[in-house]
């Protein structure tokens, strides 16, 4: 009932927008190559699904890797510059501004550094991952209320055992938000780094040279797996956070 309650909403969102979508083309006969049906998207998916489920494990992999060294190495960064406050409080604005900048204007630069392959879509992704896992990653760090850190103190606690019994898990909850935010940011920097240029292969360049043929059907379905492999990839994330934290959830759903 938990469940039923919690996903129950959402799910009729989905459905009622589903149905909406399809009246919609119904009835305004609006064509094919302008807006397609749900039902004629999944028809096309059912075709075409042997070239996109390649091409969408091509992309996925180029989205996870990119994640896991993006967030890895915001986490890191995020411990090193814990140390130092004031640094953190100097570098934490430029991060932020860093993370503002638009993948458009980064992913052509990318493809001159890395290549066309699949070098470049992960340094996209790293780029697009890392800044808001080092920001909300120092952030949770630096929460640590100063009462915790006198009792640490009082008990000579050194720094290594104040990081890992007290900083390390205030900052989890803020560092797994990241992570679950990234997960869906990292699918959509590998998608749209491959509209300026990759192999056949990929979900980017599969979407975009089917809508430049006007073959919505499939530019559609490919869109549908891209979403479907972001979720996933969102709950497997998710997951793992219930599992290191399950005293985070007790607590909340209290």
């Known amino acids: 009932m938990t469940y039923l309650r919690e996903y129950g909403p959402a799910a009729l969102v989905l459905v009622a927008g589903l149905l909406a979508w399809e009246a919609v083309v119904y009835l ?26 390649e ?3 091509y992309t996925f992999t180029e989205a996870v890797v990119g994640w896991a060294l993006g967030c890895g190495g915001g986490i890191l960064a995020a411990m090193a ?30 493809i001159v550094w890395f290549g066309v392959e699949q070098g470049s879509k992960i340094a996209i992704v790293v780029l697009m991952t890392f800044f808001p896992t080092f920001v909300s990653t120092v952030r949770g760090l630096l929460s640590v209320a100063p009462q915790s850190l006198e ?7 050194s720094e ?71 979720l996933l ?10 599992l290191v934290m399950p005293w985070h959830f007790e607590r909340r759903e209290r």
Do not use: N
């Open 151 to 157: 009792l640490m103190e009082s008990y000579a606690a």
């Open 81 to 110: 510059a814990s140390r130092s406050p004031a640094f953190a409080g100097l570098v934490l604005p430029y991060a932020v501004a860093s993370a503002s900048v638009p993948i458009i204007a980064l992913a052509p630069l990318a």
């Open 28 to 53: 305004f006969s609006i064509e094919f190559y302008l807006l397609p049906a749900p039902h004629v998207i999944v028809q096309s998916l059912r075709d075409t699904y042997p070239v996109l489920v």
């Open 160 to 230: 290594q055992q104040i990081f890992l019994k007290l900083r390390l898990p205030q900052s989890l909850p803020m560092m797994f938000t990241a992570l679950r935010a990234c997960a869906t940011l990292a699918m959509i920097g590998a998608v749209v780094s491959e509209f300026f240029g990759g192999p056949v292969k990929s979900l980017g360049v599969y979407i975009k040279s089917t809508a430049s043929l006007f073959q919505t059907r499939q530019a559609w379905s490919a869109i549908l797996v891209a979403c479907a492999l972001g």
């Open 233 to 242: 990839f969102y709950f497997a994330v998710a997951l793992v956070e219930r």
């Open 55 to 57: 091409a969408g494990l």
